[in-house]
T-cell receptor, first 112, second 113 residues
């Protein structure tokens, strides 16, 4: 099993829709995880940091499901500007390592 | 602002030449990462430095690739005898300590012709 797996998409959704992405990972005791956003031909930028089981920031909610070993990102009321690739970094990079291992990313396209 | 700085931003080199890519992390950050991203692909982990510990080199694709970090700050990624398949964007990131959020530089776009 890969350390980190994401559905590559693309997710094509209309403006105002709610969309959710999952990211599965290998076993880890840590709880910290991160979601990044990467626009086309740009570097990844931190979207959310979570040091507990979940976090909510405006339209964005991130959650950790330790039993099923996945993290999720929920975006409510999608905007055109949310169109990007979303990259996950699960707890302890997805395994018993110290390095940050990124998922391959999920492409979101919000359409008018 | 004092973000992660990478140089050069673009590099075109001939096949077989050596190249050096530089990364200046955020001041005080002890962890530094190098990644490679080919067009349309995800981030491929290359190497990770944490303080004075031995680096995790498990992602380096071949012995043509090496990296060092001097004085716990600036890092240089060296690719010897470049090949066309080395063409990609090389991204550097730093974080305060391990397992905390990392911040990226704008990357070096390497093209091997």
């Amino acid at each position: 099993r890969k350390e980190v797996e994401q559905d590559p998409g693309p997710f094509n959704v209309p403006e105002g829709a709610t969309v959710a992405f999952n990211c599965t990972y290998s076993n880890s005791a840590s709880q910290s995880f991160f979601w990044y956003r990467q626009d086309c031909r740009k570097e990844p930028k931190l979207l959310m940091s979570v040091y507990s089981s979940g976090n909510e920031d405006g339209r964005f909610t991130a959650q950790l499901n330790r039993a099923s070993q996945y993290i999720s990102l929920l975006i409510r009321d999608s905007k055109l500007s949310d169109s990007a690739t979303y990259l996950c970094v699960p707890p302890e990079g997805g395994g018993a390592t110290n390095k940050l291992i990124f998922g391959t990313g999920t492409l979101l396209a919000v359409q008018p | 602002g004092a973000g992660v700085s990478q140089s050069p931003s673009n590099k075109v080199t001939e096949k077989g030449k050596d190249v050096e890519l530089r990364c200046d992390p955020i001041s005080g950050h002890t962890a530094l990462y190098w990644y490679r991203q080919s067009l349309g692909q995800g981030l491929e982990f290359l190497i990770y430095f944490q303080g004075n510990s031995a680096p995790d080199k498990s992602g380096l694709p071949s012995d043509r690739f090496s990296a060092e970090r001097t004085g716990g700050s600036v890092s240089t990624l060296t690719i010897q005898r470049t090949q066309q398949e080395d063409s990609a964007v090389y991204l550097c990131a730093s974080s305060l300590v391990r397992n905390t959020e990392a911040f990226f530089g704008q990357g070096t776009r390497l093209t091997v012709v």
